[in-house]
């Protein structure tokens, strides 16, 4: 199962992966922006094994572990590069040797010297897209880049850019701005449909790329138990964005969400994470869920998703109806 990833008529998967749990810490001070420690040799074999079931996009970016993510993903599609289409961002700088992140940087040569830090790490000469990072940077300054992403990509260095911005105002004015704009990278899961973006991306010819599609775990069905995430995971840093999780645990009024739907996402033989996929895959026709992994049984069952295809519209409907009715 495919899709076109925008205008640029590269063909991906439906199901693409996410590696920013892979790319293990990054801090600043006390405060963490990874998931935690990562086992790299468990990273390369789900890479691998996500590859082997069907999926050909893999979503990262070079602040994911200060480059480690890049850096795992290269050394997992090694051999393989002309079968895959990757993805990475750009916008947050960072030391590579203490992990220790730094400001945010939007100028044209931050943009420039990151991707070709990001091409050593990846190990390859060119990105199929590169995305923005900054997702609230001031659109004036956005748009100041696209000239520079037009130069790149007639130079072979991408393919096609975009924006990683929920904001439906900075991503269809970025899309009419250039030729080479090809996707929107926007939080989007069954629990929090992005009905502005989603309209932007459909009206423009955008890839919408959905990241956090299972609400950063919630969605897998496993913190329904009252488990806790680590001391160095994000998710447990009680930022003001990360609204799934409180004191490191599932919300509860999110977890109430997820059991009123779940009978209808595990319907057919879904597993809650497959269901959840489904709805997106069901949601429009520019979406392309791009669920994290850690482990070989995460992309397994992730990739699961393929075989089923989206929610039939009577499934998706009774979704609609319970969470936004």
């Known amino acids: 199962m495919t899709r076109t990833l925008g205008r640029s008529g590269i063909e991906v998967s439906a199901v693409g992966v996410g590696c920013w749990a892979?790319?293990?810490?990054?801090?600043?001070?006390?405060?963490?922006?990874?998931?935690?420690?990562?086992?790299?040799?468990?990273?390369?074999?789900?890479?691998?094994?996500?590859?082997?079931?069907?999926?050909?996009?893999?979503d990262t970016a070079s602040n994911y572990g200060a480059g480690h993510s890049e850096v795992v993903l290269g050394r997992a599609l090694a051999g393989h590069r002309d079968?895959?289409?990757?993805?990475?961002?750009?916008?947050?700088?960072?030391?590579?040797?203490?992990?220790?992140?730094?400001?945010?940087?939007?100028s044209p040569e931050y943009l420039r010297s990151c991707l070709d830090d990001s091409l050593r790490r990846l190990g390859t000469d060119y990105v199929d897209l590169y995305q923005f990072h900054l997702g609230g940077a001031p659109l004036p300054v956005a748009l100041d880049l696209v000239p520079v992403l037009d130069e790149l990509v007639t130079a072979g260095k991408i393919r096609a850019y975009g924006w990683s911005t929920d904001d439906a105002e900075r991503a269809e004015a970025f899309a009419k701005a250039g030729a080479g704009c090809t996707a929107i990278q926007h939080d989007h899961s069954a629990l929090r449909d992005s009905a502005e973006v989603i309209a932007v991306c459909?009206?423009?010819?955008?890839?919408?790329?959905?990241?956090?599609?299972?609400?950063?775990?919630?969605?897998?069905?496993?913190?329904?138990?009252?488990?806790?995430?680590?001391?160095?995971?994000?998710?447990?840093?009680?930022?003001?964005?990360?609204?799934?999780?409180?004191?490191?645990?599932?919300?509860?009024?999110?977890?109430?969400?997820?059991?009123?739907?779940?009978?209808?996402?595990?319907?057919?033989?879904?597993?809650?994470?497959?269901?959840?996929?489904?709805?997106?895959?069901?949601?429009?026709?520019?979406?392309?869920?791009?669920?994290?992994?850690?482990?070989?049984?995460?992309?397994?069952?992730?990739?699961?998703?393929?075989?089923?295809?989206?929610?039939?519209?009577?499934?998706?409907?009774?979704?609609?109806?319970?969470?936004?009715?």
């Open 22 to 58: 892979i790319g293990g810490p990054l801090h600043a001070g006390t405060e963490q922006f990874g998931w935690g420690t990562a086992d790299d040799t468990e990273s390369v074999a789900a890479l691998r094994r996500a590859h082997e079931l069907g999926a050909t996009f893999f």
């Open 83 to 106: 079968e895959v289409v990757i993805a990475t961002k750009w916008g947050y700088t960072f030391d590579e040797t203490t992990r220790e992140a730094g400001p945010e940087d939007a």
């Open 202 to 325: 459909e009206a423009l010819d955008q890839a919408s790329i959905a990241r956090g599609p299972l609400a950063m775990g919630l969605l897998s069905g496993k913190y329904h138990d009252g488990r806790s995430v680590g001391a160095q995971d994000v998710r447990g840093q009680g930022y003001e964005w990360m609204t799934y999780f409180t004191d490191g645990a599932g919300s509860k009024e999110w977890l109430a969400r997820i059991d009123a739907v779940r009978d209808v996402l595990t319907s057919g033989g879904r597993t809650l994470a497959q269901g959840a996929l489904s709805w997106l895959l069901a949601r429009s026709p520019a979406t392309i869920p791009i669920p994290g992994c850690r482990t070989v049984a995460q992309v397994e069952e992730n990739l699961g998703t393929l075989g089923f295809g989206p929610l039939t519209e009577q499934e998706f409907q009774q979704v609609e109806a319970i969470l936004r009715g």
